[in-house]
């Protein structure tokens, strides 16, 4: 008998869009001879199903469904909600208390990455290489001036839970800083702020699953503009290279590394781990736990670069985390 896949997206952030596209993504690479796969939406409002073309509400007590007086309960939850409840370890709480296995990072993991500056100070205490950075929580008083004289010019200012790039600001100027806070601000509760640090950005994807680690081929991203922004990120104003022109010995010190993270974080599922490249070292930028899964995205590109299936992928996963919860 077929297991039922949720593939759950849309959350409470601006990446709903994003996960929208991650989850068309996941849908498409799912192994529908072996799975029925269903996309379900969660906000705020409510939580849906899509199931041959109608639209039914989730029974939100044993996550199911029930259509034509049919109940359809599901014996797996894809999770590529970019943001919260999907990244920070929420769904994946609310799961776990009804014994349903999920595709990523554990609750602890997931809470962890969430937030740049605890994973980015965790990771720091194993001489993994993170740039300076200050956490500003909200209504706390600041100095531009003092952030100015610890991190210098230029910096970044961010979410500090958050992706996409959604309210992510390069400073070039104390005057800049204000604003660029308060629109962090409009995206979480927690805003951090980095040194800049120049270099060559490249990106590695890593699984584990009962077959073993499996670190996928580096990306390089090359954008004209300011940084790798929404617009590069979204709208093709960046070039991603895959695999990364970097040398051989530099590759497999970031697949040692990334590695590592995904250990430390006692990571589940596909992570995905963001660095700059300066003088020749890996300086980590951060964890991305539900990476994007859109067909153009790092993820299958990288799958691809090494000659595997995401839809092999996706299924090795599925079976892997499936089996180990019933066992």
Known sequence: MKK?????WGGYSSEKEVSEKSAEGIYSFIDKDKYNAYKVKIDRKSWEVEHRGNIYSIDKN??????????TKFDFAYITIHGTPGEDGTLQGYFDMLGIPYSNCGVLASAVTFSKFTCNHFLKSFNIKVADSVILHKNSDYSADEIVQQLGLPLFVKPNAGGSS??????????????????????ASDVIIESFVSGTEVTC?????????????????????????????????????????????????????????????????????????????????????????????????????ANLSMTQVLTEIIECEYYKLKK
């Open 62 to 71: 044993d996550f199911s469904f029930t259509a034509d007086g049919w109940t």
């Open 4 to 8: 039922n896949i949720a593939i759950v």
């Open 166 to 187: 959604f309210a992510t600001y390069k400073v070039k100027s104390i005057e800049e800083i204000d604003p660029a806070i308060a629109e962090a601000f409009g995206e």
């Open 205 to 305: 994807g890593c699984y584990k699953t009962d077959k073993g680690t499996t670190v996928l081929p580096i990306s390089e991203v090359v954008t004209h503009n300011e940084f790798f922004d929404y617009n590069a990120k979204y709208k093709g104003q960046v070039e991603e290279i895959t695999p990364a022109r970097i040398s051989e010995e530099l590759s497999q010190k970031i697949s040692r590394e990334t590695m590592l993270i995904y250990d430390l974080v006692n990571a589940k599922g596909i992570i995905r781990a963001d660095y700059i490249i300066s003088n020749d070292e890996p300086v980590l930028l951060e964890v991305n736990t539900t990476p994007g899964m859109t067909a153009t995205s790092f993820i299958p590109q990288q799958v691809a670069a």
